[in-house]
């Protein structure tokens, strides 16, 4: 059981993009889902997340350019990313917080933001 991600590609600095995650229903209605980057010779650092009841956050630095929505319907999250940087440059990541159980992460999709 792992999530599933999508659409990540290059794209030049300023463009969009939109990353998907389907995450079996049982875990995605009952958690907390987010988004998680990892560029070159970095750290793994969060991006967004978004609870049950649809509260979001988000790191600073996307804060206004990101948004994180989810659609139970389809057990499925989304990032809408605007205004890339060529520093975000990375692998994202889908992440599920199972509290006590842990942690499940999808096995990622690069994002390439270049000219």
């Known amino acids: 059981v792992q999530p599933v991600e999508s659409g990540g590609g290059l794209v030049q600095p300023g463009g969009s993009l939109r990353l998907s995650c389907v995450i079996p229903?049982?875990?995605?209605?009952?958690?907390?889902v987010g988004w998680y980057r990892q560029g070159p010779w970095k750290q793994r650092d969060l991006v967004a997340r978004?609870?049950?009841?649809?509260?979001?956050d988000y790191a600073d630095s996307v804060q206004g350019r990101f948004t994180i929505s989810r659609d139970n319907t389809k057990n499925t999250l989304y990032l809408q990313m605007n205004g890339l940087k060529p520093e975000e440059t990375a692998v994202y990541y889908c992440?599920?917080?199972?509290?006590?159980?842990?942690?499940?992460w999808g096995q990622g999709t690069q994002v390439t933001v270049s000219s």
């Open positions: 978004i609870s049950t009841d649809g509260s979001a």
């Open positions: 229903g049982h875990i995605f209605s009952t958690s907390t």
């Open positions: 992440h599920a917080d199972l509290g006590v159980l842990g942690d499940l």
